[in-house]
């Protein structure tokens, strides 16, 4: 199993905790370690707003725990109905993810000892407090997340076995099951992609100066991802047309998989144009058909989905998806070349991308 940098954060933010309850003598610093591990977030935004929910958390789970125990005692039924209470309380105020540690927060401080009760119950409810402030401050200092190393790498990487599996489809020669459990594989992949793509417009909202260069760079990664997905879609649609797609004439089964070539050829200079590996003078037309070769490929396309003369009704239908399929996929690789020709050209300097691959 790898280990990532979030588990070594986690292991951290919990010794730093510890430590400081050590440090400012807490009878029970192991609170302190429980807190922590509850605050620690992926990334520096979300750790400033856990911070906030958990500090607000506390204090209600606090107030609750401290208010029952004063009027009714702590009976276990009495700890189970401030509970209910709070997350009541929790739900309404719209501070679920804070929710877990309240619960903690009014276990520990009900069940401290009866003597000097305001006294343990104020300890251990800033010692809740410490945990939280180590967490943040751990994910503000240590191993700041390169999100756009790995945004970038999740990105080229599922592109680069779309591109794979698209090949072989065009030349009919993916094997169906494999290419069936990879489309699920290729899915998810997609999911987690978008999810990095979250993390990244965060970190770059939030805690960096907004300026036209650093919004650009965010719509650019966005392109990138709406280009994969539009191959993606040409891949399911290939998959689940493909007998369709090897009747069709060979003269159309020939322009087709040349067209698509050329596009996964561009999308591929795409990606390392944004590195800065290609020159900014390449352009779409550069390496794609002319006018003449598109209208012919959109010209033989029309004419199989006018013959009418098959078994399969919805076949003219499910041509016209690969066909608009094509083309859309050819837009979203023009937008991007536009977005990335537009940045390289107004923001050279801030222009200089250093992602491993």
Excluded: C
Aim: charged share 25%.
């Amino acid at each position: 199993m790898k280990l990532g940098a979030r588990m070594l954060k986690t292991g951290i933010a919990i010794t730093l905790a510890l430590y400081i309850a050590q440090l400012l003598n807490m009878p029970s610093p192991i609170f302190t370690g429980i807190a922590a591990i509850f605050a620690i977030q992926p990334t520096i935004y979300r750790s400033y707003l856990s911070v906030v929910e958990q500090v607000q958390g506390n204090i209600i789970g606090a107030l609750l725990a401290i208010t029952f125990y004063l009027l009714f005692g702590s009976h276990l039924l009495i700890v189970g109905l401030a509970a209910i209470v709070a997350i009541v309380i929790m739900v309404k105020l719209k501070l679920e993810n804070s929710i877990r540690l309240a619960l903690v927060t009014i276990i520990v401080i009900m069940e401290a000892p009866a003597e000097q009760f305001l006294y343990f119950a104020s300890l251990r409810t800033l010692s809740i407090f410490i945990g939280i402030l180590a967490a943040f401050l751990v994910n503000f200092i240590f191993l700041p997340p390169k999100y756009e190393t790995k945004l970038f790498q999740s990105i080229s990487s599922v592109t680069e076995d779309i591109l794979k599996w698209i090949r072989l489809t065009t030349r009919f020669a993916s094997e169906d099951q494999l290419l069936k459990k990879d489309i699920g594989s290729i899915k998810k992949r997609i999911t987690q992609v978008n999810q990095l793509y979250s993390m990244y417009e965060e970190e770059r909202r939030y805690f960096k100066k907004t300026d036209r260069a650093k919004l650009r760079k965010l719509v650019i990664y966005r392109q990138m991802i709406q280009v994969t997905q539009k191959s993606f879609d040409i891949l399911k649609l290939q998959q689940k047309y493909e007998n369709i797609l090897h009747k069709v004439p060979e003269s159309l089964q020939v322009e087709t998989r040349e067209r698509f070539d050329y596009l996964l050829g561009f999308h591929e200079q795409l990606l390392l144009k944004y590195l800065g590996k290609v020159r900014q003078e390449v352009e779409l037309d550069d390496v794609l058909f002319g006018e003449s070769d598109r209208d012919r490929l959109r010209d033989l396309f029309i004419n199989e989905i006018r013959k009418g003369d098959t078994e399969d009704v919805f076949q003219p239908y499910h041509l016209m998806r690969i066909l608009s399929g094509i083309i859309e996929y050819e837009e979203q690789l023009e937008q991007l070349d536009k977005l990335i020709r537009t940045y390289q050209t107004y923001h050279e300097k801030e222009s200089q991308v250093h992602v491993d691959i």
